[in-house]
Nanobody, 116 residues
């Protein structure tokens, strides 16, 4: 089983930036497309960004397109999410996992709060 550890969240003002990281145990990480998901209070978890195995192709939810960038380093078993021009509606717990089911056990996530 792969263990996922997200980090990099915090409190940021609107318009600010954060870079999230997700470290996965085990080399099996490198053979799967990965995604960043988020869950806001009272809402379902949603996929916000995804990346192919090689990192050569990415896609984004319309709500974050042009502001978020997903990347990965397979040598470090890590996937990143650069978040710019943050908005209050980006406030959520952010998780990484496989892009497609069946997913691995969810990590603890990292809280992102956008507020003035």
């Amino acid at each position: 089983q792969v263990h996922l550890v997200e980090s990099g969240g915090g409190l940021v003002q609107p318009g600010g930036s954060l870079r999230l990281s997700c470290a996965a145990s085990g080399s099996i990480f490198s053979i799967y497309p990965m995604g960043w998901y988020r869950q806001a209070p009272g809402k379902q978890r949603e996929l916000v960004a995804a990346i192919t195995v090689s990192g050569g192709s990415t896609n984004y939810a319309d709500s974050v397109k042009g502001r978020f960038t997903i990347s990965r380093d397979n040598a470090k078993n890590t996937v990143y999410l650069q978040m710019n021009t943050l908005k209050p509606e980006d406030t959520a717990v952010y998780y990484c996992n496989k892009r497609f089911a069946p997913v691995w056990a969810w990590g603890q996530g990292t809280q992102v709060t956008v507020s003035s």
